[in-house]
């Protein structure tokens, strides 16, 4: 019987902590994935990775950027998995359509362009990965 009131306790702690960040983690997930799929598979894996090591979760430190750090952990890897494994797909019908596979606009550019100019949003695009990072978890998500 004291298992189940552990593990209500850690659910109803790790709702209150981790879950109330899920729109920034999801923010982040779909600047890395740049699709929205591909980011609500990384939000997800991120809470699932959370939930799981919800015990190493140390309780005075910032829970946002801890998921931030399992997302970005999650999306490395997964970008390793692809380079290794790639899956390729031949769809002869849709040879001559071009970029109508690629959906709607680009996700990174619907965030900056809400938030930026178009010459501050081109600068902040020309950077590399890494830097573009910085960028949005600094100023856009408050990290130090």
Known sequence: MAVNAEVISKTERFEEIAIVHIDSVHKYALFMAKNENDAKDLVQETYFKAYRFFDKFRENTDCKAWLI??????FIN????????PQMIYLPEMEDRGTEL?????PEDAIFGCLFDDDVTAAVNSLPIKYRTVVLLADMEGFS
């Open 69 to 74: 750090t399992i997302l970005r952990n999650t």
């Open 78 to 85: 997964m970008i390793r998995h692809d380079r290794r494994y």
């Open 102 to 106: 690629s959906g709607d606009a680009d």
